[in-house]
């Protein structure tokens, strides 16, 4: 028995792994196991025999049950210890070193814009770069011999010989994205048209092709107070101050009724520009309640119906936020410039983490 209880427990110990150690329990325990056949050769022997050999018998199958067990239970810690150390893992280190390519400035505030106007209940709208006559003057109440056809600079597409209708043209604005919007989803509405437009012009403000993001809500008793609350809040958000101060001017717009330039107070010290105090004014918007004719052209009703408007440009936008001076530059693709003022792609723009990480 003693010779039994040594050579077990001894190959329990020295069973370096589980395979190995379930070979040691067959070979002991096991139906045709040493222990277990000695258990079954009880039946064979006179009771006295039986009553001093049998505890002891199952004595001795209990420890070596009992022994496998703990060893299995050893041989399983140490495999997790094994793997741990293999998958060790420092987490604190950065995820991948910094990409090569970088966000564009434009991207990143237009997502800065999405996010904020989306918090506030706007979907994104989106129409084509090149766009009809009508969509682009007639239905915003820009008539062919309104002077604003000239203001704008337009590019217009070549038309087929014999082709008598008026030239689709390069977008010169969001504003067509309104149109669009109205006649496509009905009022009530709350959209923002970010995207690309165009004008013949170049220099240190003005690029040819450049972003404006156009908004638009319509309801049954929209205000121009609201208007003035909407971007009130949008430009706190966006320029992330606590306050800003607005100044609505008077302008004129053909879309909208009254209309209104909205200026935000800002100050230059020794070039740098500091919004929500000082003495200067910057413009940085158009807005104004949307014209009655504007609406019926988008089929809408204007004696059901009223609306707000306003359009920005999404690269001056960018330019005040992050104090890029040339706009030209935005468009030259300077490797050098691009790693300057993009953002990194992992550093999505969320309103609780902040917008300009
Ligand atoms: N479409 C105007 C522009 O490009 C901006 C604007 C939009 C003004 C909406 C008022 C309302 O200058």
Same mark, same amino acid.
């Given at each position: ?11 329990? +110990? ?87 390519? +970088? ?30 006559? @009508? ?18 600079? +337009? ?73 003035? @609350? ?74 059901? @119906? ?30 050098? @410039? ?20």
């Amino acid at each position: 028995m003693d010779d039994l209880r040594q050579k077990y427990l001894g190959a329990v +110990t020295s069973a370096a792994d589980e395979p190995a150690l379930e070979e040691v329990r067959l070979a002991a325990l096991g139906k045709k196991g040493e222990i277990a056949l000695n258990m079954r050769e009880l039946g064979q022997m006179s009771p006295e025999e039986r009553m001093t050999v049998a505890p002891t018998l199952n004595a001795l199958r209990d420890e070596v049950a009992s022994a496998i067990a703990a060893r299995k239970a050893a041989l399983q810690d140490a495999a997790l210890d094994e793997r741990l150390r293999a998958e060790w893992l420092d987490v604190t280190l950065p995820p991948r070193p910094r990409c090569q390519g +970088t966000v564009h400035p434009v991207s990143q505030v237009t997502e800065e814009v999405t996010l904020i106007f989306a918090e506030m209940g706007f979907a994104v709208a989106e129409g084509p770069q090149v766009e009809d006559d @009508w969509h682009n003057f007639d239905a915003l109440n820009i008539a062919p011999e309104h002077p604003a056809r000239q203001e704008h600079d +337009t590019f217009y597409m070549a038309r087929q010989p014999g082709d008598n209708r008026p030239p689709h043209v390069l977008r010169t604005h969001t504003s067509p994205v309104q149109i669009r919007a109205m006649l496509g989803q009905g009022a009530p509405l709350r959209v923002i048209c970010p995207g690309r437009v165009f004008r013949a012009d170049y220099d240190q403000t003005h690029s040819p092709m450049f972003h404006q993001v156009e908004g638009l809500a319509i309801d049954r008793d929209i205000t121009m107070a609201q208007l003035k @609350w909407t971007l009130e809040e949008f430009l706190k958000a966006f320029f992330e101050v606590d306050r800003v101060d607005l100044r609505f001017r008077a302008s004129h717009f053909p879309f909208t009724e009254p209309s209104a330039e909205v200026d935000i107070r800002c100050s230059w010290d020794n070039g740098t520009l500091k919004l929500g105090e000082g003495d200067s004014w910057l413009e940085i918007l158009g807005s104004g309640m949307v014209h009655p004719k504007v609406l019926t052209a988008g089929g809408i009703d204007p004696a059901q @119906w009223q609306g707000f408007a306003f359009g920005m440009g999404i690269d001056r936008l960018a330019m005040l936020k992050y104090g890029i001076p040339d706009l030209r530059a935005f468009f030259e693709s300077d490797l050098r @410039w691009l790693r300057h003022y993009g953002f990194g792609s992992l550093e999505v723009p969320t309103l609780a983490g902040g917008l300009s990480r």
